[in-house]
Structures are given as C-alpha cells and as structure tokens.
C-alpha cells in the first residue's frame, strides 16, 4: 500500500501565494507521474499540473505562468507552487501519484485533500 500525505493549504487572499507538498510513503519501488488536481463544490475534479518521472510537465491552461510543479525524488515528494491566487483557484486540491510497488503493480493513488481558500 502507498500513503499520499498532503500539506500546505489555507485561505490567502487573491494575489497572494501558497506552496503544497505531499509526500508519498508505502510499497514504492517507483513513482511514475506525480502530479495534482483539483476539485471546486459542484465541478468535476481536473487536471492542474503533473510532472513525470523523468521531469516532463503537464499544466492546465488556467494555471499556466501562476503555478509551478517540482519534484524531489528522494524523498518522493511533490510540490505545488501557487503564485497569483484567483478566487476561482478556491478548492480541495488532490495530490495524485502513479505508483510501482514492490508487487510490480502499478495503481494509481489519491491523497486526502487539502482545502485552499482564495478570498477576493
């Protein structure tokens, strides 16, 4: 089994910024993709950013040249850095990671959660 423990939430005013952080622990002989989503009251949860083992990045076009995604892979955790917060950034953000375990299974995982709250 794999833990994703997220970090870093809160409420910020617009303009403001924050940095998430989830480590992930368990049966891991490699992770994949690490990356974060987001879910509003009443949306769907989508896509924010990921990054892929060997760094490739993927960006939602509303966070584009706000947020910023990295990784350290020692520690098999992933970061999530906020900057130009919008009221409309307001959600539960999800951290993701697609994990190879020690079975040689591969499955992807799902933190808790962390709320983040932009105030306008």
């Known amino acids: 089994q794999v833990q994703l423990v997220e970090s870093g939430g809160g409420l910020v005013q617009a303009g403001g910024s924050l940095r998430l952080s989830c480590a992930a622990s368990g049966s891991i002989l490699r992770i994949n993709t690490m990356g974060w989503y987001r879910q509003a009251p009443e949306k769907q949860r989508e896509l924010v950013a990921a990054m892929a083992s060997g760094g490739d990045t993927n960006y939602a076009d509303f966070v584009k040249g706000r947020f910023a995604i990295s990784r350290d892979s020692a520690k098999n955790t992933v970061y999530l850095q906020m900057s130009s917060l919008k009221p409309e950034d307001t959600a539960v953000y999800y951290c993701?990671?697609?994990?190879?375990?020690?079975?040689?299974?591969?499955?992807?995982?799902w933190g808790q959660g962390t709320q983040v709250t932009v105030s306008s």
């Open positions: 993701n990671a697609n994990v190879r375990s020690w079975n040689l299974k591969t499955s992807n995982y």
